[in-house]
């Protein structure tokens, strides 16, 4: 059964680095997400990217964010200079088409330790 | 504007008993619920979607029914395992965020 996978499963980094967080959604989807959770928290909603360009974004979603899909395959997160506070489990998520419901699929997660 | 709310954060029962956990909204109907299971450290995985028409969905010993009239959806584990114990969580069909669900433990 074609899943999401994302590498890698666990990054450390150190305050103020960039961090890339890689993501292959399932091959047939068009549209994909980003999610983060704290520990303890809700799954919160960070940008869903369609047709190469971001189609929304969360107040969460600032400068330091980015987000490309670099080829055919892949779909990446970028934090520009990470902070503690960026600490969390990252998920990256795919689904069909967003003209019916919004069934989404969801990868294992990156946690993003930020020392 | 529409909301949706589950009302327990957290839901402890038996082995063997039926979970049943709610989802509650706000004024007009969304087209469609949908569920989904967290699991700690996991991503959230879809369990079933139910329209506004349909009453009722099953899958396997989950069920799902829509009742417009009180503007709920009950989500159903019967025959419950510890196997089952996770973050429920509920939203509407479009939406992109998700609430905090609510945390089943199924005690052996």
């Known amino acids: 059964e074609p899943e999401v996978t994302q590498t890698p499963s666990h990054q450390v980094t150190q305050m103020g680095q960039e961090v890339i967080l890689r993501c292959v959604p399932i091959?047939?989807?068009?549209?994909f997400y980003w999610y983060r959770q704290i520990l303890g928290q809700k799954v919160e909603f960070l940008v869903s990217?369609?047709?190469?360009?971001?189609?929304?974004k969360s107040e969460i979603f600032d400068d330091q964010f980015s987000v490309e899909r670099p080829d055919g395959s892949n779909f990446t997160l970028k934090i520009r200079s990470t902070k503690l506070e960026d600490s969390a489990m990252y998920f990256c998520?795919?689904?069909?088409?967003?003209?019916?419901?919004?069934?989404?699929?969801f990868g294992p997660g990156t946690r993003l330790t930020v020392t | 504007s529409q909301k949706i709310e589950q009302n327990s954060e957290a839901l402890n029962i038996q082995e063997g008993k039926t979970a049943t956990l709610t989802c509650n909204y706000t004024?007009?109907?969304?087209?469609?619920l949908q569920w989904y299971r967290q699991d700690p450290g996991r991503g959230p995985v879809f369990l079933l979607l139910?329209?506004?028409?349909?009453k009722e969905k099953r899958k396997e010993r989950l069920k799902v029914t829509f009742d417009t009239t009180l503007k709920q959806s009950l989500f159903h584990i019967t025959a419950s395992q510890p196997a089952d114990s996770a973050t429920y969580l509920c939203?509407?069909?479009?939406?992109?965020?998700f609430g905090s669900g609510t945390r089943l433990q199924v005690q052996p």
């Open positions: 139910i329209r506004e028409n349909e």
């Open positions: 998520a795919s689904s069909e088409a967003l003209g019916g419901p919004l069934v989404q699929y």
């Open positions: 091959s047939n989807h068009l549209y």
């Open positions: 939203r509407r069909g479009r939406a992109l965020t």
């Open positions: 004024n007009y109907s969304p087209a469609y």
């Open positions: 990217f369609y047709n190469n360009e971001i189609s929304e």
